[in-house]
């Protein structure tokens, strides 16, 4: 069954250092999302991506985030310079249209020291 | 704004027995979504079962089905027959239902984390 994969599984920062973070949406999906969760929290929503643009953006989405879509099979999340609150896992989703149920990936921990 | 409320942070719950997880959201719209995902030890969010609003039956998958309450607000989740691998946490989540629209982001509640006793 195909699935949505994301590397690395867990990353390690130093503040103020960029970070890519990598998924792999599942092949013939179109829509793409990036969630976060800080330890303990609720997952919050941070970017949606549709036909090579943000089509949605939350409020934590400010201009140290951006998300690309290099190639026809990788959805990356660069955070520019991480601050310790980035400290998180993160999440990539991908959904075939835009009713369909999301699917997550693994997740990418992330630590900012 | 949307919300999405689940008031039991814990549930414990004795091995091949049933628990009910609760689930109330907010919203004025009349279309939308609902889902409940589980999340084990690993952190990988796994899809349990999602609910149509436009649907009055009760979505089920094997053990796992739902108590929808449209008038109410409310998308309870039924665990039967309860597993020591249904120990997780558990979110709800709503999302609006609109074709092509951009708005389609899940909306998480805090979640409820499931212990289950041997």
């Known amino acids: 069954e195909p699935e949505v994969t994301q590397t690395p599984s867990h990353q390690v920062t130093q503040m103020g250092q960029e970070v890519i973070l990598r998924c792999v949406p599942i092949?013939?999906?179109?829509?793409f999302y990036w969630y976060r969760q800080i330890l303990g929290q609720k997952v919050e929503f941070l970017v949606s991506f549709y036909n090579n643009e943000i089509s949605e953006k939350s409020e934590i989405f400010d201009d140290q985030f951006s998300v690309e879509r290099p190639d026809g099979s990788n959805f990356t999340l660069k955070i520019r310079s991480t601050k310790l609150e980035d400290s998180a896992m993160y999440f990539c989703?991908?959904?075939?249209?835009?009713?369909?149920?999301?699917?997550f990936g693994p997740g990418t921990r992330l630590t900012v020291l | 704004a949307q919300t999405v409320t689940q008031s039991q942070p814990e549930m414990s719950v004795q091995e091949a027995e049933t628990v009910t997880l609760s689930c109330t959201y907010d919203t004025s719209e009349s279309d939308y979504y609902l889902f409940w995902y589980k999340q084990p030890p690993s952190r990988q969010m796994i899809l349990v079962i999602r609910q149509e609003a436009y649907k009055q039956q009760n979505a089920t998958e094997n053990r796992f089905s739902v108590n929808f309450q449209k008038a109410a607000k409310s998308f309870s989740l039924k665990i039967s027959d309860s597993q020591l691998g249904d120990a997780a946490m558990y979110f709800c989540?709503?999302?609006?239902?609109?074709?092509?629209?951009?708005?389609?982001?899940?909306?998480f509640g805090t979640g409820t984390l499931l212990a289950v006793q041997p």
């Open positions: 989703a991908s959904g075939r249209t835009v009713p369909d149920t999301q699917y």
């Open positions: 092949s013939n999906h179109l829509y």
């Open positions: 989540a709503y999302r609006r239902s609109e074709y092509g629209g951009a708005t389609n982001k899940l909306i």
